[in-house]
């Protein structure tokens, strides 16, 4: 473990992440402090939390299962799901957004470190009811271990569970500043999935009432310009991305989601319709843990 510094009792620090990383460069303060406000104030980020509680639901997810939350950021989903009454601990590489994690969620433990190297503390709290990944995976060149990592902590019967970006159409070059690498269609996160192991996922998109909006916001933003842009440009497309519209626009985009969510649930068909994002879950089959332990203790 690394050495204690002034931290959150709830925080445990084994491993950390470069700030630059380039997997998701978090090295912008300023970034930082615009999700945290969108956050908080942003339509988004409390619909995606419903949807995320309606999926574990319908995957017989119900409270007070154990969810481990694989990058978990600063913690807007654990709070969610911990209001929900699952019991959650979170995993963070980057300290700066687990020590936020960590202040937003004093109920609930957050460890920084590698889940590809993880410490006894980790395997000791396993197997987890469900494994979660909220868009995580674009950010990654090679998510396959981290899936395959994320497996070997579920117990038998569990689940792998997560929410991905959605639809190459809907590209703009705020996912190029945020760190995605893809936006996927169904076939390609069972392809993914399948690649890492995890066959048999049922996927699902959601958010079909954004995307139009996702559209304008593509036209907005624009696409292509990433690689050349200056920190202006940047930064307005970040703005544009994370900033909460109005509030009378705020407020219709929140009940469209809200609606949309009150219909998935009576209307299966739905997860078929494109949405721009997709949710994804794999159960992990009777018998399977002991050597999915095997493979995480030789990573």
């Not at 300023?30 to 942003?42: A, G, W, Y």
């Not at 000791?124 to 909220?134: E, K, Q, S, Y």
């Not at 674009?138 to 569970?161: N, Q």
Request: hydrophobic share 45%; charged share 20%.
């Amino acid at each position: 473990m690394l050495p204690v510094r002034s931290r959150p009792p709830n925080l445990a620090v084994f491993a950390t992440a470069s700030e630059d990383s380039a997997e998701f460069d978090i090295a912008d303060p300023e970034l930082v402090s615009m999700l945290e406000e969108s956050q908080r104030r942003h339509f988004w980020f409390p619909a995606r939390n419903r949807r995320i509680l309606d999926f574990l639901r319908r995957d017989g997810v119900a409270p007070p299962a154990r969810i481990l939350e694989v990058g978990c950021g600063t913690g807007t989903v654990l709070s969610a799901l911990a209001g929900a009454g699952y019991a959650v601990t979170g995993i963070e590489m980057h300290e700066r957004l687990a020590r936020r994690a960590a202040e937003a969620n004093p109920g609930s433990r957050i460890l920084a470190l590698d889940l590809l190297h993880p410490p006894d503390e980790l395997l000791r709290l396993a197997p987890f009811d469900a494994v979660a990944l909220f868009d995580v995976v674009e950010h990654l060149e090679s998510p396959g271990a981290l899936l395959r990592a994320c497996a070997a902590l579920v117990g038998d019967g569990g689940l792998v569970v997560g929410t991905v970006p959605a639809l190459p159409v809907l590209w703009s070059d705020y996912d190029a500043y945020a760190g995605h690498r893809v936006r996927f269609v169904r076939k390609s996160l069972r392809r993914l999935l399948d690649g890492a192991g995890l066959p048999g996922a049922r996927t699902a998109y959601f958010f079909q009432s954004l995307t139009p909006g996702m559209l304008a916001r593509r036209m907005l933003v624009g696409r292509g310009a990433a690689a050349s842009a200056d920190d202006a440009m940047r930064r307005a497309a970040q703005h544009a991305a994370l900033d909460a519209p109005g509030r009378a626009f705020n407020a219709a985009f929140a009940a469209a989601c809200a609606a949309e969510s009150a219909l998935a649930r009576g209307v299966s068909l739905l997860d078929a319709v494109p949405g721009a994002s997709l949710w994804f879950s794999v159960r992990i089959p009777p018998g399977s843990r002991a050597q999915r332990g095997d493979a995480t203790h030789s990573a």
